[in-house]
């Protein structure tokens, strides 16, 4: 089961902590049903300094999302939308559900 979510895609958190934040998607991680979305879930990740004595590094990152847990914004109404994926050929593209206008 997929969403069709590409990155760059704007999509919006529909459950967790996250709920209704929106974010660009920068990662998909399709094997383990993820997405990283930009500036969402963000988490710290402590970082030892290989030296002693130096204080470590505290480095910021977006954790993974389940991919069920977010939803494509449509780039066209707006909206929230499940796309319909139709196939040309070789061709690929994505058709929104609610305003029937392909997005890619
Ligand atoms: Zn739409």
């Given at each position: ?26 990662q998909v991680l399709p094997k383990d049903h993820q997405v990283v ?26 954790a993974p999302l389940p991919i069920s847990k ?35």
């Amino acid at each position: 089961m997929s969403f069709h979510i590409k990155i760059n895609d704007t999509v919006k958190v529909l459950a967790g902590k996250n709920k209704g934040k929106t974010g660009k998607v920068i990662q998909v991680l399709p094997k383990d049903h993820q997405v990283v979305v930009e500036n969402v879930n963000k988490m710290f990740k402590h970082m030892r300094s290989p030296r002693r004595g130096e204080k470590g590094q505290r480095i910021e990152f977006a954790a993974p999302l389940p991919i069920s847990k977010v939803m494509i914004v449509c780039p066209k109404c707006g909206k929230t939308a499940r796309m319909n994926l139709v196939r040309e050929g070789a061709k690929r593209s994505r058709v929104c559900k609610k305003c029937k206008v392909e997005i890619d």
